[in-house]
Every structure is written in structure tokens, then in C-alpha cells.
């Protein structure tokens, strides 16, 4: 079975700071990777995936994520966090077939004005 | 508008009822699926759905059940031998390689 692993549970920025979520993933085939952002009660929203083309993928808000297979990371970054980037994000990979997708446990991210 | 819908958004059940929630989706898709939220476990696999009139058991399949005889409609029923079935739930479809999310359900049993 396949696995995430999220470090940092919390993670606090001030506005207008970089913005690094960590996502390290275990898989025996080639994975196919996923960040998502859930707002407070909502259900979550795509904010880009890894399908095994480039490497750095842009997503939507500014996030981009960098597929490094030698470290079985897919950290999330953003150059400049905005107070709207308040959220929990959720690292996620699936198998080859997609029927089935591993979550991460979830990143909370807070932007101090 | 395309999409997933997921009734009611507030459910309060009382102890040892039996409770379906509800999901739909106008999206086409083949596959669905339902998750569990709890605050700091992520969302964790009930069950799923990649045809209709079939369905296998995710991580967490005891204490409930699911049906899956039509296409858009893939309800979700907590049932009294579920242990602690206070958390949210959250629907989903997809199509190929991407997931689309309901708003979810947050239940409360008192």
C-alpha cells in the first residue's frame, strides 16, 4: 500500500513570506501526486497534481510543486503567502489505476499579518 | 452547474439510530467514493464505487454501508455498530486522474 507522510501539522508564515509544505510519499510504481485545500467546513479543492510529466508543477493561487523522485518528496511552495492562503492543504497519491488515493494528514496553514 | 452535492451540510443523530447521507453528483463520472475526516488523521477511505451496482470496503468499512444503483447517487449509511461515527464526511467522484469533492456532511451523534 501506498503512503504520506505531511511534516508539520501546523506551519505559520507572515504574510508576504515563502510558503513550504513537506509531502514525502512511499510507492512502488511510479505515483502520481496531488496537493489539495480544504477551507474551514468545505469539502477540498485541487490545487495541482503530478501525472509523470515535468517535474514542476504549477498549480492554481501562485503554488507550484517539485516532484523529486530520488527524496519521494513533493513538497508544495509559494513564493508570497496571502492571507486568503489561510487553510489546511492535504498531499495525496494514487495508484497506477486511480481507483484508490492515500491521503496525507493534513498541513494547517496560518499567515500572521 | 456540474458538480457534487451532499445533504444535509448539519446532521445530529441521537446514539444507536441508523443514518444515510447523501450524495450526488451530475458530473458523469463512474467512480465515487466516501471518506471520514477526523482533526489530525486526514481523510480516511470508507468506501468506494467504481460502477454502478458494485462497491468495495476502504480502510474503515465496519459500521457502515453504502449502494450504488444508479450512476450519479452513492449514499452513505452510518449504522448503530459504527462506534464513533461523530466527524465529517466527504464524498467524492472522479475521472481519470482527479478527484472532485463535495461540500461534506458533518455529523453529530449525542
Known amino acids: 500500500a501506498q503512503s504520506v507522510t505531511q511534516l508539520g501539522s501546523h506551519v505559520s508564515v507572515s504574510e508576504g513570506a515563502l510558503v513550504l509544505l513537506r509531502c514525502n510519499y512511499s510507492s512502488s510504481v511510479p505515483p502520481y501526486l496531488f496537493w489539495y485545500v480544504q477551507y474551514p467546513n468545505q469539502g477540498l479543492q485541487l490545487l495541482l497534481k503530478y501525472t509523470s510529466a515535468a517535474t514542476l508543477v504549477k498549480g492554481i493561487n501562485g503554488f507550484e510543486a517539485e516532484f523529486k523522485k530520488s527524496e519521494t518528496s513533493f513538497h508544495l511552495t509559494k513564493p508570497s503567502a496571502h492571507m486568503s492562503d489561510a487553510a489546511e492543504y492535504f498531499c495525496?497519491?494514487?495508484?497506477?489505476?486511480?481507483?484508490?488515493?492515500?491521503f496525507g494528514s493534513g498541513t494547517k496553514l496560518n499567515v500572521k499579518p | 452547474d456540474g458538480g457534487i452535492t451532499q445533504s444535509p451540510k448539519y446532521l445530529f443523530r441521537k446514539e444507536g439510530q441508523n443514518v444515510t447521507l447523501s450524495c450526488e453528483q451530475n458530473l458523469n463520472h463512474d467512480a465515487m467514493y466516501w471518506y471520514r475526516q477526523d482533526p489530525g488523521q486526514g481523510l480516511r477511505l470508507i468506501y468506494y464505487?467504481?460502477?454502478?451496482?458494485?462497491?468495495q470496503k476502504g480502510d474503515i468499512a465496519e459500521g457502515y454501508s453504502v449502494s450504488r444503483e444508479k450512476k450519479e447517487s452513492f449514499p452513505l449509511t452510518v449504522t448503530s455498530a459504527q462506534k464513533n461515527p461523530t466527524a465529517f464526511y466527504l464524498c467524492?467522484?472522479?475521472?481519470?486522474?482527479?478527484?472532485?469533492f463535495g461540500p461534506g456532511t458533518r455529523l453529530t451523534v449525542l
Open positions: 464505487s467504481q460502477i454502478v451496482n458494485d462497491f
Open positions: 495525496a497519491v494514487s495508484e497506477d489505476n486511480f481507483n484508490k488515493f492515500y
Open positions: 467524492a467522484s472522479s475521472h481519470g486522474n482527479e478527484q472532485f
